[in-house]
């Protein structure tokens, strides 16, 4: 890894074999590894390390302090927020994102579009939600509204969110009744009832 420092005409040391295209940005105090391709337009956080052989497609945003293994590939206008980090040989496809704090082992590979949420781990055991996660789904538009519920299912039972709730489909039916929301509160047991059926 090289940090890169600026010569004495005020322009970046690159590292070997490295390509940096115009309109690139990289703040004080990154690593970039030999090797290394940048697309157009890439955007990289304050204190971002890259290994050796990472390649960034087009309008790639990296938030602060995050961490690319060797050979991390990232496909065009993929985000990442800050203080993610990737193992070696991560691929991302284009337009995928992962919201801060988040962890992929090594190996780990995200079509394209991808979108995880802050603190998601990928590798041997994806945790989400702060649970270990054996299967999950989601629900939109169950009342017209377009609100969006997971359910998640782990070792020790199923976890709801939705919005600012976050607890077992028993509690979520029964505030949902409580506000007389009928729908959710038969609709969601339900769909619980039928994930837990099936094998996973």
């Not at 976890?159 to 039916?173: I, K, M, N, Q, S």
């Amino acid at each position: 890894m090289k940090t890169y420092k600026t010569n004495s005409n005020g322009g970046w040391i690159v590292p070997s074999h490295s390509e940096i295209p115009a309109g690139t940005v990289i703040p004080d105090y990154s690593e970039i590894g030999c090797g290394c391709k940048l697309g157009n337009y890439c955007n990289l956080g304050y204190g971002c390390k890259l290994d050796i052989g990472c390649r960034l497609g087009y309008g790639a945003n990296l938030g602060s302090d995050c961490t690319l293994g060797t050979s991390c590939t990232l496909g065009s206008d993929c985000t990442l927020g800050s203080d993610c980090t990737l193992g070696t040989d991560c691929t991302l496809g284009d337009g995928c994102t992962l919201g801060p704090r988040c962890t992929l082992a090594d190996g780990c590979h995200l079509g394209d579009g991808c979108h995880l949420g802050g603190r998601c781990h990928l590798g041997d055991v994806c945790i989400w939600e702060g649970v270990a996660v054996l299967r999950f789904l989601t629900l939109a538009n169950v009342d017209g509204t377009g609100r969006q519920i997971l359910i998640i299912q782990h070792p020790n039972g199923v976890l709801v969110r939705a919005g600012c709730f976050r607890g077992t489909p028993e509690d979520f039916a029964a505030r949902a009744k409580e506000e007389g929301k009928d729908l959710y509160a038969s609709v969601i047991p339900a769909v619980v009832a039928a994930m837990l059926a099936t094998p996973t």
